[in-house]
Each structure stands twice: as structure tokens, then as C-alpha cells.
């Protein structure tokens, strides 16, 4: 099913040109259906590479999902054009009286910092509260995953001694949990992170359930136990390349970089990179929209956050 982004977004014809069904504007308004309005805070400093991905995630989805770009106001982004920003992106104060099903907070290359240090904090957390009474279910991804597990529960970060940084298998712990449903049972899953949050903080916490892990990345996946927050701490959006081009850019900085993990053939960069990831990864997306959004959420938008995820509560 669609996706309904904007025309002139540059996403839509990268879409198209990989025969994803994504729906015109027009079209859109001439159907009688409600949408599904997916709000996707981009903390990306490559905003349009983020959206891009993470929209191809999207797009197998059992309704028309509508989707809205959200940047933080109280940071300067540097690494997109003010005109895209300006064209395709709103601020919070812009959409807080309104109410989404769902909510995607994606990374941000700060996990280094204290989160209190990060310029964006206190807005982030702003949104992140705002989320409890305005959002359905919020999907948190990599530093997203470790602020808003930090912010709702308090659980902390640690520093790694080295970068968890390629591909690596997982396995599923909690095998009834709807969003891991049709996984395999060894899947695999990009990292890149200097930070983690550790198993046994999760499982100490009455709240929160593990759903994945991994032997040599930790923590893939936990949730709360009413379905109103989804913690995913790897990066399942990323392309084929986006982990080599991270390799590349942080060799010609001159840094120390060790090679993805289980990245590229033989562990030579000179080959092309093996995509081992991309099945899960939409399984991941499609399990969350349709699960613990499209089953669950009211249809009338204006009360969603009111009980989000009661009826998926301990799935």
C-alpha cells in the first residue's frame, strides 16, 4: 500500500524508481479513507539520505500512511539545504496541538555527548513528553532509541571501549512479540554507535521487555509493556552502502577506523558490501505499523496518546 509524501520531495522519485507505490497528493485527497499520519523527527545531519531510507521502510504498509517531516528549531542544521528544510520540514510548535498514530525519532551522531549536552535537548525532550498524549506508538531508533529510553525510564547509556560498528546477527528473545513476527531465526542488522544500553538495566525494569539481541552488539530491540514506545538501537534503514560510506569518510579524516563487522565479502572493502539486512528490516517497519499502529490506533485522530497501545499491552 502507499505512502503519501510530497511531489517534489527528492524521496518520491528515488521511490518510484524502485517501483514503490508512492501515492500523488492529488490521488490522495480523492480518497475516502483516513490515513494513517506518521509524524518522523529527522535528527540526521544527512536529512534527505534519512528520509529517504526510512520512507522505503514505510512504504509496505496495510493503509495509506501520511507523512510529515519534523526538524528540531533549537538546532542549526548545517549538512541540508535551508530550502529543502524550508519546503518539506515543520517545527514542533507548528504541530503541537495536532495528534499523530505514530512517531519515528531516528539518530543523531551526538551519542559522545551527555544527553544534557546535546543543544537540542530540552526540545527533544519537549516532544518526547508531548508524545505521551499526542502519539499512538513511537519508534526510537539508535541515539533516538537511547535518549528516549534514557528520558521515559531512566535507563542509561555506557561508552564503548571501540565503535560497534558493521552488521551483525541477532536472535529474538521474545518470540510471541507481533513486531518480530516472520523473522528468522538468526537475522541480521546494522550498528554504528559509540554508546549502549545494557541487557539487565532493560530486564530490571518492570516497564520495559526485551524483544532482540545480540551476542556481539547487545541490545537490538525492547519496548514498553503497553506498546507506547519501541527502542531500536541499530540502524535497520540503513542502504547497502551507507556503512561504507561512513568507512570511507571517516578513513580519508584520517581516523583509525577498523572495517564494518561482517560487511564486506572476505573483508575486502574493494568488493561490493553483502545486504543481509533488508527483509528484517521491512518486516520490522511493517510489523510496527500494523501491529501496534493501524490495529490499535482510535480512528478518531484527536485521541490518540489518550491510552496508546492499551490493546497491545504485553504482546
Request: net charge negative.
Amino acid at each position: 500500500m502507499p505512502i503519501r509524501i510530497p511531489d517534489a520531495l527528492p524521496a518520491t522519485a528515488a521511490l518510484e524508481s524502485e517501483n514503490i507505490f508512492v501515492m500523488t497528493e492529488h490521488r490522495a485527497m480523492h480518497q475516502d479513507i483516513r490515513p494513517l499520519r506518521v509524524l518522523l523527527l529527522n535528527l540526521m545531519p544527512t536529512k534527505i539520505t534519512t528520509e529517504t531510507q526510512i520512507l522505503r521502510r514505510l512504504s509496505n504498509t496495510p493503509i495509506q500512511v501520511e507523512v510529515e517531516l519534523l526538524q528540531t528549531a533549537s538546532h542549526d542544521a548545517k549538512n541540508t539545504a535551508a530550502e529543502h528544510l524550508e519546503a518539506f520540514y515543520t517545527t514542533f510548535d507548528e504541530v503541537r496541538d495536532e495528534h499523530f498514530d505514530g512517531l519515528i525519532i531516528t539518530g543523531a551522531p551526538v551519542e559522545k555527548l551527555d544527553f544534557e549536552e546535546v543543544d537540542y535537548w530540552p526540545e527533544l525532550c519537549e516532544i518526547m513528553e508531548w508524545s505521551k498524549t499526542h502519539v499512538h506508538s513511537t519508534l526510537h531508533i539508535c541515539w533516538g532509541a537511547q535518549a528516549g529510553i534514557y528520558h521515559h525510564y531512566e535507563v542509561p547509556k555506557h561508552a564503548l571501549p571501540e565503535k560497534m560498528f558493521g552488521v551483525f546477527p541477532h536472535e529474538v528473545v521474545k518470540r510471541t512479540s507481533p513486531l518480530v513476527r516472520g523473522f528468522d531465526d538468526e537475522f541480521f542488522a546494522p550498528h554504528s554507535r559509540f554508546t549502549e544500553v545494557r541487557a539487565a538495566d532493560i530486564e530490571a525494569h518492570p516497564e520495559l521487555e526485551l524483544i532482540a539481541v545480540s551476542d556481539e552488539a547487545g541490545v537490538y530491540v525492547a519496548k514498553s509493556i503497553d506498546s507506547q514506545n519501541f527502542f531500536v538501537f541499530g540502524h535497520p534503514e540503513y542502504d547497502r552502502e551507507t556503512l561504507k560510506a561512513e568507512y570511507d569518510r571517516d578513513v580519508a579524516r584520517g581516523m583509525a577506523m577498523a572495517l564494518p563487522a561482517h560487511y564486506y565479502p572476505d573483508d575486502d572493502p574493494a568488493r561490493e558490501p553483502a545486504a543481509t539486512w533488508f527483509s528484517h528490516a521491512q518486516l520490522l517497519y511493517t510489523n510496527w505499523l500494523n501491529y501496534y499502529v493501524y490495529q490499535t490506533t482510535p480512528y478518531d485522530i484527536s485521541r490518540a496518546g489518550e491510552r496508546a497501545g492499551e490493546e497491545g499491552a504485553s504482546r
